[in-house]
């Protein structure tokens, strides 16, 4: 028993002063908030939790993808998904493309891919005047002189007429299209935007007591449902967790998914072109320093990726726009050891129009020393412009996972494989996760099983983890075999390029493969 006067307390017990909390941590007054909450039992205080059937982390292409694909099907018409994302998705599903210019944030989408968006009516929600179309790839090696010329025309599935192998959009138009179809469908989706993932819990005998308390299904629930703690002081138990939230992902973490792989040491960089003509065919050339691509827009428009160290991708991002153009197009002909000259020269900090005069001399003699028939052209069109202010650059990685399932948790896209952009199949290996798990999700609603059951989440783990591994594997060999500049490997890689450019079926097979 005590009496209370100031920060003094009398311990009537043995009459001599005793030291109060507040007059003990009054020098410290984070350790004395610290003592506040914790001295007390904390749960009471905590906001009621709230059932979900599936929980999806993440609102970019992929989470978007999934979240729309279930609300657009009648099996999963009554149960409660949530979308949590900390970006302002609202804004994203309002945005208005600009009439003048393209976002350098690009994807590739095969044309199996956007069959499957078309069947749930998604594809159409997006702003499909600024897709484009492309039915042609051209690939070249600057050291050995190999070429492999991929078009539509060799598959052997016959192409619908209004469709092609695959197709370029803007990363925020297909957002903004998956997005708008999940606000505009009759569905029980509950976005969470602005919210971040404070914590995820692996649940407890007492937090299934609440979630039974509040939703009158005490006798239904499994113990060790997740239970995920935002930001905005709301908690969720799911009865299963999809992490869609990229190579960061918490929800991979906290499932205890160990992951594995390499870094590139190089950087992407992506800008928006303007070309001198218009193009619908899409180029890669292999340099020493990395891939270059160019992929068509409408309008004369064209998205460039460069994979380049990072001392080269800090020189290209900080030219200035005529010589980035000029050095974009000096990249896509000339010998690499002319671009080491045009690199060095740039590092001398020689002005724009030095730059550019010395890249145009270059290009009319290596013009002249290699006429080109335009109905074989190999090179893209000239780029007469950049766009401002889209010169982005990101890490080069990849990344594999033990395994894409655990306890009523599955992962999707960047949070379960991350590979080199080089051949344009990131998000399209993401949606192909999607529709595996759709599927195998849908059988499960339609059978009476437990949607987070290990017995059902297996099945999407067998199916996509081996092609998944295989096509990781695939294009990091590719890059490390086009990285290599020792003359013999050169050579033999060019001899491999050119004999496949003179068979169709193999031709055939990798358009189908890869491009469709």
């Known amino acids: 028993m005590s009496l209370y006067k100031g920060p003094i307390r009398i311990c009537l017990s043995s009459g001599r002063p005793a030291i109060s909390p507040q ?143 695959a197709y370029m959009i803007e990363t925020k138009n297909f957002v903004s299209g998956l997005l708008q179809s999940i606000h505009n469908t009759d569905t029980n989706i509950d976005l969470f935007e602005r919210v971040k993932v404070v914590e995820i819990d692996g649940g407890s005998d007492r937090a299934n007591n609440e979630t039974a308390n509040t939703t009158a299904d005490r006798g239904s629930l499994a113990p060790s449902l997740p239970v995920i703690s935002l930001s905005c002081k709301r908690r969720l138990r799911a009865r299963l967790l999809i992490g869609a939230d990229g190579v960061n992902s918490c929800v991979r973490k906290y499932a205890g998914i160990g992951t594995y792989g390499t870094e590139y040491s190089q950087f992407g960089l992506v800008a928006t072109l303007c070309l001198e003509d218009l193009n619908s065919t899409a180029y890669q050339r292999f340099l020493p320093t990395g891939p270059i691509a160019m992929l068509p827009f409408p309008g004369g428009f064209a998205n460039l990726v460069w994979s380049l160290d990072q001392n080269l991708v800090q020189l290209l991002k900080t030219v200035p726009k005529g010589a980035f153009a000029s050095l974009a197009n000096a990249a896509f002909r000339l010998p690499a050891y002319e671009m080491e000259y045009l690199y060095g020269l740039a590092r001398t900090g020689v002005s724009e129009s030095e730059i550019i005069a010395e890249v145009k001399w270059r290009l009319e003699v290596f013009d002249r020393s290699r006429p080109i028939q335009p109905s074989s052209r190999l090179f893209p069109p000239t780029i007469a412009a950049t766009s401002p202010r889209s010169r982005i650059s990101f890490p080069l990685r990849m990344r594999m996972v033990d395994s894409l399932i655990a306890n009523r948790v599955a992962l999707v896209g960047d949070a379960g494989h991350v590979m080199h952009p080089l051949a344009g199949q990131g998000l399209n290996m993401g949606l192909e996760d999607v529709q595996c798990l759709v599927d195998i999700l849908e059988h499960a609603v339609l059978t009476g099983e437990d949607i987070g059951a290990r017995s059902v989440l297996s099945r999407y783990n067998k199916q996509r983890y081996v092609r998944n591994l295989a096509m990781q594997g695939i294009v990091d060999k590719t890059w490390h075999i086009f990285g290599a500049s020792i003359p013999p490997v050169a050579a033999v890689r060019s001899q491999v390029m050119n004999w496949l450019d003179m068979v169709p079926a193999a031709k055939r097979l990798l358009v189908e493969n890869v491009m469709a």
Not at 112 to 130: H, M, P, Q, S, V
Request: proline fraction near 7%; charge should be positive.
């Open 23 to 165: 007059l003990l941590f009054a020098r410290s007054p984070s350790v004395w908030r610290i003592w506040r909450r914790y001295s007390h039992d904390s749960t009471s205080s905590l906001p009621p939790i709230e059932l979900y059937d599936v929980a999806i982390v993440g609102g970019g292409p992929v989470g978007c993808a999934l979240a729309g694909t279930l609300s657009s099907m009648q099996a999963f018409e009554g149960m409660r998904i949530a979308l949590i994302d900390p970006g302002r998705l609202s804004v994203t599903r309002q945005w208005k493309p600009p009439l003048d210019v393209y976002l350098s944030r690009t994807l590739q989408i095969t044309a199996r891919n956007k069959r499957f968006l078309e069947k749930c009516g998604i594809w159409a929600r997006c702003y499909t005047d600024r897709v484009q179309p492309c039915n042609r790839a051209v690939v070249t090696d600057a050291l050995g002189h190999g070429t492999v010329d991929l078009a539509a025309s060799g598959t052997t599935r016959p192409v619908l007429p209004e469709e092609s192998v």
